[in-house]
């Protein structure tokens, strides 16, 4: 499949309209009392950049998982803007996605892994739950063993880095359980046995739907105490108040720049159009780009 290629014009032009989902994104929240938290590459950039970071292509924030919960639930309460859909897998809809995604249907973007899908292709928010870490080190074991259920089950696919046993493992497990609905039954269980921990009952908090790699740290719950906010493109956004500690745990110095070789974006895009609004369905390639 031929990718788009993100020239930095592109990139620029990309990372502005994102913007509008951003800023709908946090007057929904605060109109309903919902806590977010700006992070990854947007946090950085933001401290660094006072935006995006130059070759970042995509926005990703975090909320406290009864928040995340609430979000679902309040935005098919109230939105009536078509514009912006929120996705998030159910017995409705296939995402791929582990997470919940906005989306901005104005425009066309077509990730390569998700050509198959029947999905809106927009211009995509990723949004993120922030759940407690159980003190006791069992549980937290099975709270990762969990992940990886809800994981396997709901995207229905073996990451690509995942071999050996894992990947063996998770195989075997998807040639067992073929169908949709009993796939469905499992990672729905699996999801309330992550999540069902308290912040107030334990200390730490943990990144279980970000994939493999950040799902194991585990942060201390303070950082999460208060929420600061900071500029990003011109913008007040908010942040977790512990943000230094937070991203030097996960960055180190977080303020010096990655290797050339890591300064790309991270996203395969299959198709993209900003002069049409997005398409739902397959994605098929032909003479007109889709």
Known sequence: MELVELTSELLRELQLKQMDMLV????????????????????????????????????????PRPDYERLCKLWKEQETNERFELLRTDEKIFTGNIFTTLTDKKYTLVKANQTEYDIPHGLVLDIFPLDAAPNNPVKRKMQLFWTLIYSLFLAQIVPENHGGIIGLGSRMLLGVFRGDKIRRKIWQFAEKQISKYSFEDNDYVTELCSGPKWMIPKYPKEIYNGVTYISFEGERMPCMSGYKKYLTMIFGDYMQLPPKNEQIPHHEIAYLNFNEPAFKGKYIRNEQGK
Not at 32 to 45: H, Q, S, V
Not at 47 to 63: A, H, Q, S, Y
């Open 24 to 63: 709908y994104f946090r007057d929904f929240c605060e109109r309903n009392d919902l806590t977010f938290y700006l992070i990854g590459g947007c946090l950085i950039g933001a401290l660094r950049n006072g935006g995006f970071v130059p070759w970042d292509d995509d926005i990703d924030v975090m909320l």
